[in-house]
């Protein structure tokens, strides 16, 4: 076998703030698309436990769609899906919405799960005591189920950032839409993406260790 | 006073109450005693509205329980709980579990709110577990845990719900204990309970529930002493 390819590493180093930046687009989409997916996630699954029927059904068929279809697939939909009908989104809209969309329909899985195994009586105990179904949900019931689904939820952050990669297919430069095009234009391609490979692996460790630092802070009970 | 009127409940074709008529006088212990399924528990959340009615009225100092127009969440603050499991919120310590309805239902401030628990707790013998979360209590301190949760609220009326029915044996004494003290004290009281000893100590009335129907009430005395149904002698023969 001819192996002829020698490593240069350089160009890679001097473009490093670039990437850099680019992953802090990343996890700025990311976050974000994790916190518009929470509140949604929240109220889709209080949709299909206890919504009327036109709108459970529709809650149902989100979920389904983000959790049964490719993540890429999604992805297209806000690009080429929309775009079909003379909608175009910025590339940055088109990645937020596309991935907000699955982490919405994933953690709404997950609440659902959550909701299921507080028991009913706390919701009892809570009304008895004079409290609002408003007030017995946002202090006694939610609160609960957030530490259930905790540790799914920051798998769900982890699976955001690493999804949020596919960006590059619809042409957002955040990290692996910037390798792409730094790699493209110097040839060094093996050697951007394996530095960009260990960007990614250290952005979700510091978030698996930031979630760790927080939940022990939290959870105290 | 809390007035029954007529009470009919249904859970789908299964009539568990089929006419009930009751009235608690303030300051009175009524407990309530039946085989299970017998429709007991369900008057107490009738009482206090977690359970609609389909025919009859319940009346707390005369406002109507299941009308439209009430404001249930204010007529509650009027009705401790106390259930079987317990259902101290695990997510919040003591403190936090008795001081958080007063501060957001009545409106009470943090300091104030904190006061009263505190006061509670060491009412029912928890002072010193005023940090502790849930988890780190025994069955009896969480029962009694959930009477002071009750308390703080200032309520008129306690009802209770099988209150020692989940505990270990030897930890029913103590939240029996802190039943007598709240009896003591004058609230009015209604005791659904297996507990005999406690029904004929403390309560001023007893009545025997059987498939939905109130069979009979009246002094513990002759409640268990001469009881007029054949049902209750049945039952009170099978639990001795």
Redesign the interface.
């Known amino acids: 076998m001819n192996f002829e390819y020698t490593f240069h590493w350089r160009p890679v180093m001097r473009k490093l703030p670039d990437l850099l930046e680019a992953s802090l687009v990343t996890l700025q989409v990311s976050v974000l698309s994790m916190i518009i997916g929470i509140v949604l996630g929240l109220v889709l699954a209080l949709l299909r436990m206890n919504g009327p029927k036109p709108l459970a059904w529709i809650a149902s068929a989100w979920v389904e769609t983000a959790r049964n279809t490719p993540a890429l697939f999604q992805l297209f939909f806000f690009s080429f899906g929309l775009g079909a009908f003379g909608m175009h989104l910025t590339p940055y809209l088109i990645v937020l919405f596309g991935l907000t969309f699955n982490n919405a329909g994933y953690l709404a899985e997950n609440f659902r799960g959550g909701f299921q195994a507080v ?1 009913d ?2 919701l ?9 179904a408003w ?1 017995s949900y946002t ?2 019931i939610i ?2 189920v957030f ?1 259930i689904v905790y540790h799914p939820m920051t798998n769900q952050l982890v699976w955001a950032v690493l999804m949020s990669s596919l960006a590059m297919i619809v042409g957002f430069r955040e990290l692996a839409g910037e390798t792409q095009a730094l790699a493209f234009k110097t040839f060094r391609i093996f050697e951007y993406f394996a530095v960009t490979a260990l960007i990614y692996y250290a952005m979700v460790k510091i978030i698996l260790g930031i979630s760790r630092l927080i939940a022990w802070r939290m959870f ?2 | 006073m809390i007035e029954i009127k007529d009470l009919h409940k249904y859970f789908g074709d299964l009539h568990v109450l089929k006419g009930i008529d009751l009235n608690v006088q303030k300051g009175e212990v009524l407990s309530i005693i039946g085989a299970s399924g017998s429709g007991k528990s369900t008057l107490l959340y009738c009482i ?1 509205g ?1 359970e609609a009615i389909q025919k009859g009225e319940v009346l707390v100092d005369g406002v109507s329980v299941h009308a439209k127009d009430t404001d249930l ?2 007529l ?2 009027k ?3 106390v ?1 079987q ?1 317990f ?1 101290s ?3 919040l310590t003591a403190l936090e579990n008795v001081a ?2 007063p501060k ?3 409106g009470k401030s943090k300091a104030e709110a904190k006061e009263i628990a505190r006061a509670q707790l060491e009412h029912v013998g928890l002072g010193d577990k005023i940090d502790n ?3 780190a209590l025994s069955g009896g301190q969480q029962q009694r845990l ?1 009477i002071a ?2 308390l703080a ?1 200032e309520p008129e009326y306690m009802l209770f719900d099988e209150a020692t029915s989940a505990l270990d044996p030897e930890l029913v004494g103590e939240v029996l204990d802190t039943m007598r003290l709240l009896a003591e004290e004058g609230m009015t009281m209604i005791c659904v309970t297996h507990e005999m000893g406690f029904a004929r100590d403390v309560s001023d009335r007893v009545a025997y529930f059987h498939q939905g129907i109130m069979e009979e009430i009246g002094p513990p005395k002759q409640i268990f002493g001469e009881p007029t149904s054949e049902h209750t002698a049945k039952f009170l023969a099978n639990v001795r």
């Not at chain 1, 009892?124 to 609002?132: F, N």
Request: without cysteine; charged residues 20%; proline residues 9%.
């Open positions: 028991p009586t706390q009892r105990a809570a009304r008895s005591l004079g409290m609002s007030q202090r006694i609160p609960q530490r105290r009970y | 206090n977690l969440n204010k509650r603050t009705m401790g709980m259930f499991q259902n919120f695990p997510h958080l309805a957001i239902v009545k979360y849930p988890s959930a949760r009750a609220m």
